[in-house]
């Protein structure tokens, strides 16, 4: 008969390899929550990029239209009351916008609640030096009217998101000169 320490022993050992494993999940949470830097090398499209050393990255609340993917293009259109080729127009002048403004040039990421989305991509605020100011490029996307507010899920800005995309239809910016909630 065994005794009770050799009956918990691989009970133990299981209990601090998970103890192992939990700290290092939370270790790696809390460093990828940490404002991160890196030169962008390429533009996707209006709302996702890619950062040296950090992979893709996908601007955490706006959605810009989609000029690729057919069945999102044609819900693009039907929501927003747009043609089919003008929300092609609308995705291709956020896509050339983004690329303006951060393509091989040092951005500054902010993490926000959740650190990746659906598709493995970093979810991020991102900001650039423009003129010596700081930017942020997913409240000018806004602010041009070359995005949507992204409402389905919570973020810190996310009021402050749907208020600029409202000022911006107001003002009729960017994609709001055609375009209208249906």
Not at 88 to 94: D, H, L, R, S
Not at 160 to 179: D, I, M, P, S, T
């Amino acid at each position: 008969m065994k005794s009770p320490i050799r009956r918990l022993a691989p009970l133990m050992i299981i209990a601090l390899f998970l103890v192992g494993v939990l700290n290092a999940a939370r270790l790696s949470c809390a460093v990828s929550q940490e404002t991160q830097r890196g030169a962008v090398t390429h533009v996707y499209d209006g709302d996702t990029i890619e950062v040296r050393g950090k992979g893709k990255v996908r601007l955490i609340g706006v959605d810009t239209l989609d000029g690729h993917n057919e069945e999102k293009m044609w819900e693009q259109a039907r929501r927003l009351g747009l043609s089919p080729q003008s929300v092609k127009t609308w995705a291709q002048e956020a896509t050339e916008f983004v690329r303006e403004r951060v393509l091989h040039k040092e951005v500054r990421l902010e993490p926000g609640p959740e650190a990746r989305g659906d598709y493995g991509r970093l979810l991020a605020y991102v900001s650039y030096a423009s003129d010596g100011a700081k930017k942020n490029l997913n409240k000018l996307l806004l602010e041009k009217g070359l995005a949507v507010a992204y409402r389905k899920y919570e973020h810190p800005r996310r009021d402050q998101f749907v208020r600029l995309e409202r000022a911006a239809r107001k003002n009729r910016e960017g994609l709001w000169q055609e375009a209208s909630y249906r």
